[in-house]
């Protein structure tokens, strides 16, 4: 038996999706890593042809290819953090080819890139915050659009939301009488439902922005919704968006920033380990961390500045 490595990979898909029942999010970026590949490895049409030097020559090209990005601005290459995406995302499809007798080894556990480094910020500043919020204020066609893209901004800084759970929040989710929004375990990395506090500036625009809404006489389950049709914001319609605001305040952010803003904030804050972990649907402390990692001097300065020798007992 010879199958070809597309119709296998059709078969590892319907294994991510019913049997380990992973997000559509995460799927979708197996798709994505596989599409890649095979377009830069064309030939690679069967299990046989997945080899050490196979791979060498996938990662050789795809870290020296010429790509153009932007308004037309040429590349070379790809982020170190890219590079480690695409070996895990295809390590994943080929430990499962081994494990079904497909290969007789996967190449990429000995292959493995080294574990890239960030020192790059990831929170946004005040000033950033403030930024955005400025070029909704002054660009908005009108009040629904307004009041939508402050709600987007809120629900991620308030929130420390994932895309996934963003674009997946339902009008249904937000608890006024208890002040609170679920997040729904099937639409979270954790696959635990999970109860967020409404922040009083949150529910202020929340309320503001469902008002806006209605006089659109919307019938879609999902809190946001676009602004042509009664529809949920899709994943594509949130690209959009930040491309958007990216260009109009200046200021280059992505969705996730503002994940790490919420941890780093509430961790400045002097919230516990354990409770900023449960914000943050973690079902591991050390991932929790990891969101932690740019934070500066200046974040720990106060607490610094507040010991004492006279306070030790």
Known sequence: MNKKLKNLFAEYIDYCNYTKGLRPQTVLSYKEAFKHFSNLMP???TPRSINIENMNYFFKKLQTRKRI??????R???KASTVF????RLNSF???LENNNYIEKNPLPKM???QPQYNDKKSLSKAELQKILVAIDLHSTNPFLLKRDKVIVYLLFYCGLRKGELASLRVSDIDFIRGAITIRGATSKSKKDRLLPLNPVLEMHLKDYISERNKKNYKTEYLLASNNCDKQLTFHGLKHWVKKFVE???VKFHLHQFRHTFACGLAADGIGSYKLQKLMGHTDLRMTDRYLRSMGVEDFRDEVNRLCIDNLV
């Open 85 to 88: 995406t695409y070996w895990s």
């Open 112 to 114: 493995r890139p080294a």
């Open 248 to 250: 109009l305040s200046g």
């Open 94 to 96: 080929f430990s499962w």
């Open 69 to 74: 990005v932007g308004k037309g601005e040429e």
């Open 43 to 45: 030939d690679v049409e």
């Open 76 to 78: 070379i290459g790809v």
